[in-house]
């Protein structure tokens, strides 16, 4: 009877050893895979836009005074301010007529927060003031104008 029972645990030691392989085995491709997803995911969120000035740290966000709004870095969103509440969108409504291309982009190095408006009225303040603008006066007939009417240069 000792020597069936000694038999039978002999032959299960490789099967046990076999077991065990396969499970190391598979927690290390399950490690493997998950970190392998973890390095893909940060690589594709927080991409900075092509419209958007390169900035010497990492930026959550970008302010829009020309349509008083701002871009989210981390979720490619804008975010505006319409219907009494922040709204976070894919693109700005078709009455803002906005081309990021073209408009003024403020770097925001000062809030890493989840809602940058909070310091809306300081980035208003600080970035909407009043634009210049050329103002062309009549010229009067002094200097070297030809008469009345002409403008200024």
């Not at 030691?13 to 973890?38: E, W």
């Not at 982009?105 to 809306?120: E, Q, R, S």
Request: charge should be positive; proline fraction near 6%.
């Amino acid at each position: 009877m000792k020597s069936q029972i000694h038999e039978h645990q002999k032959n299960n030691i490789p099967t046990v050893s076999k077991t065990l392989k396969f499970i190391i085995l598979g927690v290390g491709l399950l490690i493997a895979t998950s970190a392998q997803s973890q390095v893909s995911v940060s690589v594709n969120i927080g991409t900075r836009p092509d419209w958007a000035p390169a900035a010497p740290v990492a930026v959550n966000y970008y302010y829009l005074p020309d349509v008083d709004s701002y871009y989210d870095v981390r979720e490619s969103r804008y975010i505006y301010y319409g219907g009494g509440r922040w709204n976070r969108v894919v693109s700005l409504p078709a009455h803002y007529n906005y081309n990021p291309y073209r408009g003024r982009t403020i770097v925001l190095t000062d809030y890493h927060g989840n809602t940058p408006y909070k310091l809306h009225k300081i980035h208003k303040t600080r970035y909407c003031g009043p634009q210049t603008v050329i103002v062309k006066q009549k010229h009067h007939g002094h200097g070297r104008g030809r008469g009345r009417g002409h403008w200024k240069h």
